[in-house]
């Protein structure tokens, strides 16, 4: 894996979310430290059937994150980047109002063939990690599906 020329004990984490039309709905967290992947810090989050929130990935969103931030014996991450808008972005603030830690969100929003094409957030942030931004935001979104396939492949198997 490359290192990214980022700040010492710099921690990103990066959530994602992944479904197939509402169904089998799975969340994900990456983690850089230090520039760097940290596989053993990921996590996976299965996300509760409620049929109202099925397709509400803002939602979803605000549900792992604020389950992320009841595990206090992990890191606290310094920067936090999810994949989508500022509705996303919003639901990160709700989750980190409730902890009343302030740790800066960052959100992807990506074009038409699924490449970053903007950041929101700080812009100091944005200009100084964009390329560890992307790339971990790319990851979080890479292990969400490979989960969320895993998942189906099994629910298949049992029938």
Same mark, same amino acid.
């Given at each position: ?46 996300? &509760?059937?409620?049929?109202? %929130?099925?397709?509400? !990935?803002? =939602? ?8 992320? +931030? *009841? ?43 699924? &490449?970053?094409?903007?950041? %929101?957030?700080?812009? !100091?942030? =944005? ?8 790339? +971990? *935001? ?22």
């Amino acid at each position: 894996t490359e290192s990214l020329a980022v700040d010492r004990h710099l921690r990103l984490e990066a959530y994602d979310i992944a479904h197939l039309a509402g169904g089998a709905t799975v969340g994900a967290m990456t983690v850089m430290v230090n520039g760097e992947l940290d596989r053993s810090a990921y996590r996976r989050f299965r996300l &509760r059937r409620q049929s109202d %929130l099925e397709i509400n !990935d803002p =939602v979803h969103l605000e549900q792992i994150i604020s389950r992320r +931030l *009841n595990h206090p014996e992990w890191p606290w991450p310094n920067v936090i980047i999810v994949d989508g808008g500022a509705p996303q972005r919003q639901a990160a603030l709700r989750a980190l109002a409730v902890t009343n830690r302030h740790i800066p969100v960052l959100a992807v929003i990506k074009d038409d063939h699924h &490449r970053a094409a903007k950041v %929101l957030g700080p812009a !100091d942030l =944005v200009r100084r990690y964009r390329s560890a931004i992307i790339q +971990l *935001n790319y990851e979080a979104h890479r292990f969400a599906l490979a989960y969320h396939r895993r998942l189906r492949r099994a629910a298949l198997n049992r029938l």
